[in-house]
C-alpha cells in the first residue's frame, strides 16, 4: 500500500511539475484527470508503464544484455539519498522505452545530480524545480541539459568534498566515503553492513606523548587535516572509544582490520592499511589522489 500511494504521488508529480500544496486526490484530480483520455488510456498509456518503471527503480531490477549490473548499482546509490525528488523523473524516462545507452547516461548523470544536491543540502524546492526541468526535457524530446551540472555546481561540490566531510550530517558524510570506497574499488565492492562507522585514522584528540603528537606537532596543521577526507577511512562495526587513540600501527592490526581475515573490507581502509607512517606529507598527496578520484568518478 505504501508503494501504490508513493506511485500516484510520483506520477501527480510528473503532471504537475511543482511541489504538493494539497492532498493527493486534490492534486490528482487537478493535474492528472484532465489529461486521462479514458480508463482504459490511463491504465493501458500511464498506470501500467510507470509502475512498471516504479518496479524497476525500487526493486533495482533494470534488464538489459550489458549495462544491467552498473545500472542497478546506480539504482542502489540513489536509494541511499534521504529524498525520493529524482524519481518522478528516474520514472518518466524509464517508461520512454530508452536504449542500453541512453539508460546508462541517464542514470550516471542522474546519481552525479542528486549527490551533488545530497552532500551540497540543497533544500526540497531547489531539488524539486530542478527534477521539474529534467522532466519537461524528457517529455518533449529534448537534451537533458538540466541533468547536468554547471560549472558553477561541480566548483561547489569540489569544494564540499574537499573541505571538512566529517563535519557534513552522518546521511551525506557516509554517502561520500562509500561513494568515494566503490571509485577507488572500481565498484567491485558491495555496501550493506549492518553497522557502518566513519573512523578517523588520526584521532581527533591524540595523546600527550604519543607517535601521533611526534608527526603532527603543530595543532592548527593538525585540526586542518582531521576531518577531511584523507583522513577518513569506513569500518563495518560500532566504534570502540579506547581503540581510536591508539598508536598507528596498533591501530591498524586492532581496529582497521577483521578479526577472521587480518584485512579490511573496504578499499579505502586496505590504502591505510598499505601506509608505514600516517604524516602531513602522507595526508597531502592521499587528498590528492581521493579527489582526483572522486573528480573521475563524477566527471567534475
Not at 83 to 109: G, K, Q, T, V, Y
Not at 155 to 176: E, S, W
Not at 235 to 257: G, I
Request: hydrophobic share 40%; glycine share 4%.
Amino acid at each position: 500500500r505504501d508503494e501504490l500511494n508513493a506511485l500516484f504521488g510520483h506520477i501527480r508529480t510528473i503532471f504537475a511539475k511543482a511541489k504538493a500544496k494539497r492532498t493527493l486526490m486534490e492534486e490528482f484530480s487537478e493535474f492528472v484527470l484532465p489529461n486521462i483520455q479514458s480508463p482504459e488510456f490511463f491504465i493501458d498509456s500511464i498506470l501500467k508503464p510507470y509502475a512498471e518503471a516504479f518496479r524497476i527503480i525500487v526493486r533495482k531490477d533494470y534488464h538489459s544484455s550489458g549495462n544491467a549490473s552498473e545500472i542497478n548499482s546506480l539504482l542502489g546509490w540513489l536509494s541511499r539519498v534521504n529524498n525520493s525528488d529524482w524519481m518522478p523523473a528516474a520514472i518518466l524516462f524509464i517508461a520512454s522505452e530508452p536504449s542500453e545507452a541512453e539508460a546508462l547516461a541517464f542514470f550516471r548523470d542522474l546519481e552525479r545530480l542528486v549527490a551533488y544536491m545530497h552532500i551540497c543540502a540543497k533544500y526540497v524546492n531547489d531539488r524539486i524545480e530542478r527534477f521539474a526541468l529534467v522532466t519537461r526535457e524528457i517529455e518533449e524530446g529534448k537534451p537533458l541539459a538540466s541533468l547536468q551540472l554547471t560549472e558553477s555546481e561541480k566548483a561547489d561540490f569540489k569544494r564540499r568534498l574537499d573541505g571538512n566531510v566529517y563535519d557534513m550530517a552522518p546521511i551525506r558524510r557516509n554517502y561520500v566515503v562509500l561513494r568515494l570506497d566503490s571509485f577507488v574499488s572500481d565498484a567491485a565492492a558491495s555496501y550493506a553492513p549492518a553497522t557502518l562507522t566513519i573512523e578517523h585514522v588520526l584521532p581527533q584528540h591524540p595523546k600527550e606523548g604519543s607517535q601521533w603528537l611526534n608527526w603532527w606537532p603543530d595543532d592548527e596543521v593538525r585540526m586542518r587535516w582531521t576531518h577531511r577526507i584523507a583522513n577518513l577511512v569506513p569500518l563495518p562495526r560500532q566504534k570502540n572509544s579506547e581503540a581510536q587513540n591508539f598508536d598507528f600501527e596498533k591501530k591498524k592490526s586492532k581496529y582497521f582490520t577483521s578479526r577472521k581475515t587480518g584485512t579490511s573490507s573496504y578499499a579505502l581502509t586496505t590504502q591505510v592499511l598499505s601506509e608505514n607512517e600516517w604524516t602531513p606529507t602522507t595526508l597531502e598527496k592521499r587528498q590528492r589522489d581521493l579527489m582526483e578520484c572522486l573528480c573521475t568518478g563524477w566527471g567534475l
